[in-house]
């Protein structure tokens, strides 16, 4: 029987170059400590050996376009390519010296698909989709130069208003945790996303977080009260600019009712950083 | 920006000046001929025509592509 060896949720823009540039030596000494912290917690992941890593992220408009936003898709198909495009935004230009392709656990992404659109749960997939800054800074930071294991991208929509809810998110990391269950492989699961930023998605509002609700959510975590976190409604998501919190959520669906610990946590006032392990094994 | 359905005409306006480096090239040289084929309303087309991108994040004009357009980011 399959079961989840390791839970983790973190940050997803690892990079001090960005943080030094929009918010100075202080936002740059903190993503540098939370780094450092990302970089054991991948450690203890790679000693855990997966067959394979699900992780959970959002589009930033890279990938999927008006032509249609899913609100979860599963990426199937053997390999799955790093996002190149022209003109990067400093988020994805610090992708440029990683590896240009990641194999699928196509076995493991299939029966998410498969299982799920048996059981109620009508994902996307996608055969061709890249991965960009939300999937492979968490990834590359985690393993370094070890051998990253066969992934399963899985896109939330966060952003394209109207999103999934929270509860919906929730529900499918219960569908996930199922998946695993019933299948034969021993998986990792990473959710990745910033904690409160970018508030009411308003370019006027740009450098303000809310961390009074970070402290809050993360002593849910802490405390395994997921019905509080799976109540959380889209208005108190957009405003406090906590957004990719459903990634999160999808995750706290897989592995409850394992409580979390914190690894990292910090207020940088742009965002706030964390890191999170949950006790699976 | 408010919650409700996203304004698609502004963001594939906003996506495609995001991808798409030759249609990038025509609106800046010239913004109102370049958008002459699309469904903008007068407020959104003025909005793009002046480059106020707050003004376009107001009327729903995603943050993320705002922030990402090269050469025109709007923060």
């Known amino acids: 029987m399959g079961r989840i060896v390791y839970a983790a949720a973190m940050s997803h823009v690892l990079y001090p170059d960005y943080?030094?540039?929009?918010?100075?030596?202080?936002?740059?000494?903190?993503?540098e400590a939370l780094i450092a912290v990302v970089r054991e917690m991948g450690a203890t992941l790679a000693a855990a050996a997966p067959d394979a890593l699900v992780v959970i992220a959002d589009d930033h408009l890279n990938v999927f376009s008006f032509d249609a936003i899913p609100a979860f898709c599963v990426r199937v198909g053997r390999s799955?390519?790093?996002?190149?495009?022209?003109?990067?935004?400093?988020?994805?230009?610090?992708?440029?010296?990683?590896?240009?392709?990641?194999?699928?656990?196509?076995?493991?992404?299939?029966?998410?698909?498969?299982?799920?659109m048996q059981s109620g749960f009508d994902f996307a997939a996608s055969w061709s989709a890249p991965l960009?800054?939300?999937?492979?800074?968490?990834?590359?930071?985690?393993?370094?130069?070890?051998?990253?294991?066969?992934?399963?991208?899985?896109?939330?929509?966060?952003?394209?208003?109207?999103?999934?809810?929270?509860?919906?998110?929730?529900?499918?990391?219960?569908?996930l945790a199922r998946v695993v269950a019933e299948g034969p492989w021993t998986v990792a699961v990473i959710a990745t996303g910033g904690l409160s930023h970018f508030p009411e998605l308003s370019l006027a509002r740009i450098g303000q977080s809310d961390p009074v609700f970070d402290r809050r959510i993360v002593k849910w975590m802490e405390a395994a009260d997921h019905d509080a976190l799976a109540a959380l409604t889209a208005k108190?998501?957009?405003?406090?600019g906590s957004h990719e919190l459903l990634n999160w959520l999808v995750l706290l669906g897989a592995v409850s009712p394992a409580r979390a610990r914190v690894r990292f946590f910090g207020e940088m006032g742009r965002i706030d950083l964390a890191a999170l392990e949950w006790s699976v094994a | 920006m408010e919650r409700g359905v996203?304004?698609?005409?502004?963001?594939?306006?906003?996506?495609?000046?995001?991808?798409?480096?030759?249609?990038?090239e025509r609106f800046r040289s010239d913004p109102r001929k370049a958008l002459a084929d699309t469904e903008l309303s007068d407020e959104e087309r003025d909005a793009f025509v002046r480059w106020d991108a707050r003004k376009l994040n107001e009327l729903g004009?995603?943050?993320?592509?705002?922030?990402?357009?090269?050469?025109?980011?709007?923060?």
Request: with cysteine.
């Open chain 2, 61 to 75: 004009g995603s943050l993320h592509l705002l922030i990402s357009i090269p050469g025109l980011s709007g923060h």
């Open chain 1, 132 to 175: 960009d800054h939300a999937f492979l800074s968490p990834v590359s930071t985690l393993y370094g130069n070890r051998p990253i294991p066969p992934l399963v991208p899985v896109w939330v929509n966060c952003f394209v208003s109207p999103q999934p809810t929270a509860q919906r998110c929730y529900a499918v990391g219960r569908h």
């Open chain 2, 6 to 24: 996203s304004r698609y005409e502004t963001n594939v306006v906003l996506y495609r000046l995001k991808k798409d480096p030759a249609f990038r």
């Open chain 1, 80 to 116: 799955v390519n790093r996002m190149v495009q022209d003109d990067a935004i400093e988020f994805d230009r610090a992708l440029d010296g990683l590896p240009e392709r990641y194999a699928v656990h196509e076995d493991l992404a299939n029966s998410i698909l498969e299982k799920g």
């Open chain 1, 19 to 31: 943080y030094g540039d929009n918010v100075g030596p202080h936002g740059r000494q903190m993503v």
């Open chain 1, 236 to 240: 108190e998501l957009h405003e406090t």
